[in-house]
Nanobody
C-alpha cells in the first residue's frame, strides 16, 4: 500500500556530509509527521529528527546543529542533511512516516528499509 524508499547513504570520512532522501509512494492522501531513526550495531533504534506537516522540527541532542531535516510535501519526500559527521553517527538510518491513504479514515505508521551510513577514515 505504502512504500518508503530511502537513498543517499554511503561511506564518508569524519567531518564529511551526506544527504539522505526518503520518498513515499502509494495511494497517499496526506502525511503527518515524518522522521528519521537510526540503529547502530548492538544498540537500540533511536529517533534522530522529526518534522511535522507544518514544518516544525525536533532533533536528538546528539545531532543538533549538525543534521537538518526537511520535507517536500508535494513530492511526499523527507530529507536529512548530515554535516560534520562523526564515527559515532555510523548506523542504518530508517525513514518513518504517519500516512493516511485515500481509502482510509486514519493514519498508519510506516517504515522504510533503511540505508547504511558509515563514517570512517
Amino acid at each position: 500500500q505504502v512504500q518508503l524508499v530511502e537513498s543517499g547513504g554511503g561511506l564518508v570520512q569524519p567531518g564529511g556530509s551526506l544527504r539522505l532522501s526518503c520518498a513515499a509512494s502509494g495511494s497517499i492522501r496526506s502525511i503527518n509527521a515524518m522522521s528519521w531513526y537510526r540503529q547502530a550495531p548492538g544498540k537500540q533504534r533511536e529517533l534522530v529528527a522529526t518534522i511535522a506537516s507544518t514544518g516544525s522540527t525536533n532533533y536528538a541532542d546528539s545531532v543538533k546543529g549538525r543534521f537538518t531535516i526537511s520535507r517536500d510535501n508535494a513530492a511526499n519526500t523527507v530529507y536529512l542533511q548530515l554535516n560534520s559527521l562523526k564515527p559515532e553517527d555510523t548506523a542504518v538510518y530508517y525513514c518513518n512516516a504517519d500516512v493516511r491513504l485515500y481509502e482510509s479514515t486514519r493514519y498508519r505508521n510506516y517504515w522504510g528499509q533503511g540505508t547504511q551510513v558509515t563514517v570512517s577514515s
